[in-house]
């Protein structure tokens, strides 16, 4: 749902791949959420960087059913399950090389929180659930409810055009706020762009402004007309960050610290202004560089990503949060319902909503930066939680880690209802692979790549991939399904 494959706010990888990478700020759709943007149109995808993106649910306008914990979602957490979650969280951890992950899963029957792998690869540091980490596209989330606090204070409607807030959206008159946080805008995101995405992976430390980035995105017309289709795109949520600012009255960080982080009582969240992470963190590996070597990303700067991937958080924040966003804790239940209208994403058994999907019931966001993956969703049938936290984001065959993670996880303990985003990019099999099986590459291709077919987004880095087809067609490369950021 926030590399530059889904925000999910994503950075791209190699300088070829860096196009393909799509900085999914999210995460969302991380496929489609958190993880660059995301498909659009399924025809040649531009350069994402993923902030990550998430995944979404089945049905097009499904709302979660209210909490019942009885109602056998979700399996009791007993000694043989816990030892079947152990193996497959191993089993995916050596699949996919991921060097330290922690999951947190909250559940009516019992709790399972557990932390495997390092957190700094020279030294050996143990992962740890207490650990600082950036979480790309779940910013989504953040950013999305801060509009909402906006919209019950009687500062905003979400069926006003942009055009009323912010000033030089091209075509912005008839694009609305609903539409930006819904992923419907028609933009053409600025993480595709292949100027940025060279800016970005050439220079880790470049910073941004929120106008800087938008910029990059007006530079190309429309991709579709407003509201007709799903496109994982973190120009929109840099366009609410600066509705935020401007209805607001102060900065973006400083309005989700007073109307979004303290309200919720998340008290190890925050918005970063620098490259820098609290400590202790984890370190976070990426293979988003010019020449696809893996390189430490622990203190790349997340100015790219803002209001659609930079913020940072822990488990346990997480867990809280994913629960009280699903449930529309500080928000009105008129909001809450906007929020949680959503729509086809052109993946199966995926929906977005305003700043979270629905994936097979599960509601939340997924993310992915350069060096890092999260996912964070609440099963209201179960009254249940899953949060996972990665220090990697590098794919394994075209699929982000994550997303392979929470599919194992939910496979044992919500059989009903299965996480589910497909892989970011669908290529030739390999030898001895099934027929039709992402290829083992684990990493989007960019423009001049051997694999630089379309897909599309989580989201971030993260996202859905945009329903549809007959758009224009973007830069050659790849979305992934989740939308980095």
Known sequence: MTKTRRPRPAAPRTAGRA??????????????????DSKPPQQGAGPAVTAEPAALSPSATASPSPGNASSGA??????????????????????????????????????????????EKTARTPMDPGLFTRIGSETKTFTATAVLRLV?????????????????????????????????????????????????????????????????????????????????????????????????????????????????????????????????????????????DIQDATNWNPSWAWTAGAVISQLADLQSWAKTMATGAIISPASQAERLKTLPTGDPGVTYGFGLFNNNGWIGHNGSMPGYESVAVYLPDAQSTLVLLLNTDVLYQGSEPSSLFANEITKIVSP?????????????????????????????????????????????????????????????????????A
Do not use: W
């Open 416 to 484: 009903k209802n299965v996480y589910s985003i497909p892989p970011a990019t669908p290529a030739p099999s390999t030898p001895g692979s099934p027929s039709g099986s992402p290829s083992a590459s684990g990493s989007a291709s960019a423009p001049g790549s051997a694999s630089g077919s379309a897909s599309g987004p989580g989201s971030a880095s993260g996202s859905p991939s945009a329903s549809g087809s007959g758009s224009p067609s973007l830069p050659s490369g790849h979305f992934p399904s989740t939308v980095r």
């Open 152 to 292: 019950d204070q009687g500062k905003v409607s979400l069926d006003d055009p942009i055009s009323k807030y912010v000033d030089g959206v091209p075509g912005g008159d008839g694009i609305t706020v609903r539409q930006l946080g819904d992923m419907r805008s028609g933009l053409f995101p600025y993480s595709s762009d292949p100027d940025f995405v060279n800016t970005l992976i050439n220079d880790p430390q470049h910073v941004f402004t929120p106008d800087q980035l938008l910029a990059y995105g007006y530079k190309h017309p429309a991709v579709f007309p407003p509201g007709t289709k799903f496109q994982y795109n973190n120009s929109n949520y840099i366009l609410l960050g600066k509705l935020i600012e401007k209805v607001g009255g102060q900065s973006a960080g400083d309005f989700l610290q007073a109307q979004v982080f303290s309200p919720a009582s998340l008290g190890k969240t925050s918005f970063p202004t620098d490259g820098t992470l609290p400590d202790p963190h984890a370190h976070g590996y990426t293979d988003q560089t010019p020449n696809g």
């Open 74 to 119: 979700v399996v009791p957490l007993t000694s043989d399950v816990t030892s079947r979650l152990d193996a497959a969280i191993q089993r995916v951890m050596s699949q996919t090389s991921v060097p330290g992950i922690s999951v947190g899963l909250i559940t009516p029957g019992g709790n399972y929180q557990k932390s495997f792998g390092v957190a």
């Open 19 to 36: 196009a393909a990478a799509a900085l999914a700020l999210s995460g969302l759709l991380a496929g489609t959420a958190c993880s660059g």
